[in-house]
């Protein structure tokens, strides 16, 4: 079985997420015994989504990954702290497990967010 990815971001950093999930799916699989599946990207850039070969993932809606049951884990990589927190807080609501690289939404809604999840568990 496999765990899928809804991933936020397809800049820099989720781009590199992008590259490395792909590169390395049979890498996971066989040191680690996790097949990771990319099922859904999200940006402003479908142009960025398509330079990473994953444009048929796109959407541009945030809640499309947020509100598919079949996702398992959220990865917001968009960086800056207004949209960022307003996803993060979204998907944990939504009862998502989410992985995060934004250090600066951390430092200044870490107790924000950790409540949020502590209280949906």
Same mark, same amino acid.
Request: proline share 2%; glycine share 12%; charged share 20%.
């Given at each position: 079985?496999?765990? *899928?990815?809804?991933? %936020?971001?397809?800049?820099?950093?989720?781009?590199?997420?992008?590259?490395?999930?792909? *590169?390395?799916?049979?890498?996971?699989?066989?040191?680690?015994?996790?097949?990771? /599946?990319?099922?859904?990207?999200?940006?402003?850039?479908? +142009? #960025?989504?398509?330079?990473?070969? %994953?444009?048929?993932?796109?959407?541009?809606?945030?809640?499309? &990954?947020?509100?598919?049951? #079949? &996702?398992?884990? %959220?990865? /917001?990589?968009?960086?800056?702290?207004? %949209? +960022?927190?307003?996803?993060?807080?979204?998907?944990? #609501?939504?009862? +998502?497990?989410?992985?995060?690289?934004?250090?600066?939404?951390?430092?200044?809604?870490?107790?924000?967010?950790?409540?949020?999840?502590?209280?949906?568990?």
């Amino acid at each position: 079985m496999a765990v *899928k990815i809804g991933l %936020v971001g397809t800049g820099t950093v989720g781009g590199g997420c992008i590259d490395i999930i792909q *590169k390395h799916k049979d890498d996971f699989l066989r040191h680690f015994g996790v097949d990771i /599946e990319l099922a859904r990207v999200c940006s402003l850039s479908p +142009a #960025e989504a398509e330079a990473h070969g %994953v444009g048929h993932l796109f959407t541009d809606n945030f809640n499309n &990954i947020i509100n598919d049951p #079949e &996702i398992d884990i %959220v990865v /917001e990589l968009i960086g800056g702290t207004t %949209v +960022a927190r307003k996803f993060v807080l979204a998907a944990i #609501e939504s009862g +998502a497990s989410v992985v995060t690289a934004n250090k600066a939404l951390l430092a200044k809604y870490g107790p924000e967010i950790y409540s949020a999840a502590e209280a949906k568990g």
